[in-house]
């Protein structure tokens, strides 16, 4: 064998074991389960396929929990990880999930609406795989997932997006942003028929609100809001007001744009009778100029960067020494909810939406998120499920 | 599969084999050899459908 035939056989086999290497890490995480335990307030647990063609048997269908109460009332769809590394969504969205009891109307909770964006990693920006949450019984583990769907479940991209039914030339990559495909279609790429399989369970439920839970960065300046257009605006604006008068954190409201195609709090009004929300909290670990993309920057949201440029005035939010830790964002959230069905209540009361032991902000903050969290080792086996 | 789709994995396959030619038919540059690896991953990944 000749020196330079023996020479590419090593390389190949480095490389090969490097490439397996980052290869198996991938897959694991790709494959990992979350248990999430259904609270005492589940009443069924459907699948988002029922609902829409084309999803079932693929990454991304996924659960829709039920919890309806035995009085008729409003229904309310919470939808969690549309953008999969926004985690305070699915954090919230499973406070409600492990402990909400309805006590009029329905609320339904969808915590992992991409699925295959919650398998996907952004490795080029260093992401870490997974965070951890404490709790009272240990750690519960989370994948990190990325804003849009892998390239692996949807390929391949096109040149432009041409978003549908409008026609708007988007950004290539926004047709795997599940934020960018409402209000979607039975036979588009595999993220449009995830929005429509969504379109069609708030049209066939008969759904009055749908809250869409997101995280922007503190340099951008729709963070720590309320998103909403014009049929939703009165009820996001109460919202807003009560939750800086009872709980004193700032969540202002921003009309949602009618010129900007696919978004959830457009689409879903024009092509529903729902009111849709979406809610943003502020999120460091999504700013550019930050320190390394660790779990600790994502879990406590300090940074120095960020620190230097909050009093250069570069910040939408207030950002202190304290950064932006995850339970004020879930906290806020969980208010945001709470608060947004109450005033619904008030202004229908013939849909009355009454939603108990689910904690606010102050509650979230004191005792920590884990604190809301069921030990899966400890539930019914029926009750535990994975998506 | 769409029609679409079996173009882009033939488009792969040629893709590929030009890259294993290159590869072979390399005997100096190691910046070169590493290179044609490196490129050959995806293209590896997608043919044989490895996610």
């Not at chain 1, 990880?81 to 926004?86: A, D, L, P, R, W």
């Not at chain 1, 010129?259 to 696919?262: L, M, N, V």
């Given at each position: 064998m000749s020196r330079i035939i023996a020479y590419k056989i090593l390389l190949v086999l480095f490389i090969g074991t490097i490439t397996l290497i980052g290869g198996l890490q991938l897959y694991h995480h790709r494959h990992f389960q979350t248990p999430i335990v259904a609270g005492p307030g589940v009443t069924e647990v459907k699948k988002l396929s029922d609902y829409g063609p084309g999803l079932d048997g693929t990454i991304t269908d996924t659960n829709v929990f039920f919890l309806k109460a035995e009085q008729e009332g409003g229904k309310m769809l919470i939808i969690a990880?549309?953008?999969?590394?926004?985690p305070a969504a699915l954090l919230s969205s499973l406070i409600f999930l492990e402990n909400a009891v309805v006590e009029k109307g329905t609320l339904i909770i969808i915590p992992q609406f991409n699925n295959s964006g919650g398998r996907n990693t952004r490795s080029g920006d260093g992401y870490p795989l997974y965070f951890e949450i404490k709790t009272h019984w240990g750690k519960k583990r989370f994948r990190m997932g990325n804003r849009v769907a892998s390239p692996l479940d949807q390929w391949p991209d096109p040149d432009v997006y041409v978003h549908y039914p409008d026609r708007q030339l988007l950004s290539y990559l926004d047709i795997r942003n599940t934020n960018r495909t409402w209000p979607g279609r039975p036979d588009g790429a595999l993220m449009e028929k995830l929005t429509y399989a969504a379109m069609e369970l708030i049209r066939k439920e008969n759904v009055d609100l749908v809250i869409d839970i997101h995280g922007a960065e503190t340099m951008f300046p729709v963070t720590n809001c309320i998103v909403a257009p014009e049929k939703s605006m009165r009820i996001a604006t109460m919202t807003s007001l009560t939750l800086k008068a009872m709980e004193g954190f700032d969540n202002h409201v921003e009309p949602s744009p009618s010129?900007?195609?696919?978004l959830s709090h457009r689409e879903i009004g024009d092509f529903s009778d729902a009111l849709p929300f979406l809610l943003e909290a502020p999120l460091p670990f999504l700013d550019q100029p930050t320190g390394p993309k660790t779990e600790d920057l994502l879990l406590n949201g300090k940074d120095p960067f960020l620190l230097k440029l909050s009093k250069k005035g570069k910040l939408f939010v207030p950002y202190d020494e304290?950064?932006?830790?995850m339970s004020k964002r879930v906290g806020q959230h969980c208010s945001a909810v709470l608060e947004i069905a109450k005033q619904f209540t008030r202004k229908n009361p013939e849909k009355a939406l009454l939603i108990s032991n689910t904690p606010r902000y102050k509650q979230v903050v004191k005792n920590g998120i884990g604190s809301y969290f069921k030990d899966p080792s400890k539930a019914k086996k029926e009750n535990i499920f994975h998506n | 599969m769409p029609f679409i789709m079996i173009i882009y994995y033939l488009i792969s396959a040629y893709l590929l084999a030009l890259l294993i030619w290159n590869f072979i038919r390399e005997e100096k540059s190691v910046d070169q050899m590493l290179q044609y690896i490196l490129i050959m991953i995806p293209l590896i990944l997608r043919l044989f459908r490895a996610k």
């Open positions: 990880n549309t953008h999969s590394n926004e010129g900007f195609r696919g304290n950064g932006w830790p | -």
